[in-house]
């Protein structure tokens, strides 16, 4: 039998999930993550969050932009230059600008863009600040 092996935690940073009702998302996410053995990360007014899922208003601070289908994911980025080519790339190739190269009040040294991709979902990529990795990724092997 041949030995499968997966990496996890390179490619995606985050997804987020804009919803119409909170307290309703609040109680869906809480009772499937309560049965998945995965804790709620916290909450606030616009958004709950569990490990790297969003679930925010469209009033959150964090999905501000242009109205789309609100999906959104955030890819990783390993600097800043990798942000600027990710954006440049993505205008040069169908996407829409959604919030040029720079800092954001997220946490120091998250440097972002966003673009739309041509069906309007809501791309990122971001560059955390320089970091200490405690590994590149996760190795699973089955």
Do not use: C
């Not at 998302?25 to 993550?33: G, H």
């Not at 009033?59 to 242009?66: F, I, K, L, R, W």
């Not at 829409?96 to 791309?123: C, K």
């Not at 990122?124 to 089955?142: L, Y």
């Amino acid at each position: 039998m041949t030995k499968q092996e997966l990496h996890r935690g390179r490619l995606i940073d985050h997804i987020g999930l804009v919803v119409r009702d909170l307290a309703a998302s609040k109680a869906f996410y809480a009772a499937v993550f309560d049965v998945l053995k995965i804790p709620m990360g916290g909450s606030d007014a616009h958004n709950i969050w569990a490990d790297e899922l969003f679930v925010s208003t469209p009033g959150s601070e964090e999905v501000q932009g242009q109205l789309t289908g609100r999906h959104h994911i955030a890819f990783q980025a390993q600097n800043r230059a990798m942000v600027d080519a990710f954006h440049k790339a993505a205008l040069t190739h169908g996407g829409t600008n959604n919030g040029a190269p720079g800092e954001r009040p997220y946490h120091p040294g998250y440097y972002a863009a966003f673009v739309l991709d041509p069906d309007g979902n809501n791309i990122e990529a971001v560059f955390h600040g320089e970091a200490e990795r405690s590994a590149t990724s996760v190795r699973i092997a089955f």
